[in-house]
């Protein structure tokens, strides 16, 4: 369809159980055939109709990527969406891109357990309209890999306030948020940091509850509140 989506689709009898979502199934021909989406072991967010042109909510698009339960990627481009939620065992590779907050309402992106996220950076609107927070964990989080993120102006760069079983992340970049990285979960037992750079933030990190907690090579830079 010359959408910029990439995908391909197999055209067939629509069946009893088949569900249209306008992504990954598609009704055509008064509803009597199907367009199903092919997958070759990763989706995009274009595959659901995401415009990554740095204007457009591409939010529900995007859920729809991360809800497919395939590998989502990501092109080094702008999208505009919040409020997402990673489901468990999911597989993010961001490819550097950027995820820009629509509103100040809830996080950009809240992720559950069982998860690897990467090389992706979330902003708020601007340093004088901070998204709440940037990377979430929820409560059912375990085994979280994070390598490569960045949050910049976000009243929370990183946070967990639930409990977690393990985290482990490399490099992880918090700028211009109010609070860098908090991690104060109560059932939370281990957290491994590899490469912790902070500038401009207010609180840069804050991290209680812990049995094992493993921090290297934090870099400070012009730690102060924004405002």
Same mark, same amino acid.
């Given at each position: 369809?010359?959408?910029?989506?990439?995908? !391909?689709?197999?055209?067939?009898?629509?069946?009893?159980?088949?569900?249209?979502?306008?992504?990954?199934?598609?009704?055509?021909? /008064?509803? !009597?055939?199907?367009?199903?989406?092919?997958?070759?072991?990763?989706?995009?967010?274009?595959?659901?109709?995401?415009?990554?042109?740095?204007?457009?909510?591409?939010?529900?698009?995007?859920?729809?990527?991360?809800?497919?339960?395939?590998?989502?990627?990501?092109? /080094?481009?702008?999208?505009?969406?919040?409020?997402? /939620?990673?489901?468990?065992?999911?597989?993010?590779?961001? /490819? !550097?891109?950027?995820?820009?907050?629509?509103?100040?309402?809830?996080?950009?992106?809240?992720?559950?357990?069982?998860?690897?996220?990467?090389?992706?950076?979330?902003?708020?609107?601007?340093?004088?309209?901070?998204?709440?927070?940037?990377?979430?964990?929820?409560?059912?989080?375990?085994?979280?890999?994070?390598?490569?993120?960045?949050?910049?102006?976000?009243?929370?760069?990183?946070?967990?306030?639930?409990?977690?079983?393990?985290?482990?992340?490399?490099?992880?970049?918090?700028?211009?948020?109010?609070?860098?990285?908090?991690?104060?979960?109560?059932?939370?037992?281990?957290?491994?940091?590899?490469?912790?750079?902070?500038?401009?933030?207010?609180?840069?990190?804050?991290?209680?509850?812990?049995?094992?907690?493993?921090?290297?090579?934090?870099?400070?830079?012009?730690?102060?509140?924004?405002?």
């Amino acid at each position: 369809a010359n959408d910029g989506g990439s995908a !391909n689709y197999l055209i067939r009898n629509k069946t009893s159980e088949d569900v249209e979502d306008n992504a990954s199934i598609i009704f055509l021909n /008064n509803n !009597n055939l199907v367009a199903e989406l092919i997958v070759n072991g990763y989706v995009t967010p274009e595959m659901f109709g995401a415009y990554g042109n740095g204007e457009t909510n591409d939010s529900t698009y995007i859920q729809k990527a991360l809800n497919s339960g395939y590998k989502v990627l990501f092109y /080094n481009k702008t999208y505009r969406a919040d409020n997402l /939620n990673v489901p468990e065992n999911s597989f993010i590779e961001g /490819n !550097n891109c950027i995820i820009k907050a629509i509103s100040t309402i809830g996080p950009i992106l809240t992720i559950n357990r069982d998860s690897t996220i990467q090389n992706i950076n979330v902003q708020g609107i601007s340093k004088d309209s901070l998204a709440e927070c940037g990377f979430k964990f929820s409560s059912t989080g375990y085994r979280i890999n994070l390598n490569n993120i960045s949050a910049t102006y976000c009243d929370y760069g990183v946070k967990d306030t639930n409990g977690i079983w393990s985290v482990t992340s490399s490099k992880i970049w918090v700028r211009g948020c109010n609070h860098g990285l908090e991690i104060s979960g109560g059932a939370s037992t281990s957290f491994s940091l590899n490469n912790f750079l902070h500038e401009n933030c207010g609180k840069p990190l804050y991290i209680k509850f812990l049995s094992y907690s493993n921090l290297r090579n934090i870099m400070r830079r012009l730690c102060k509140r924004w405002r």
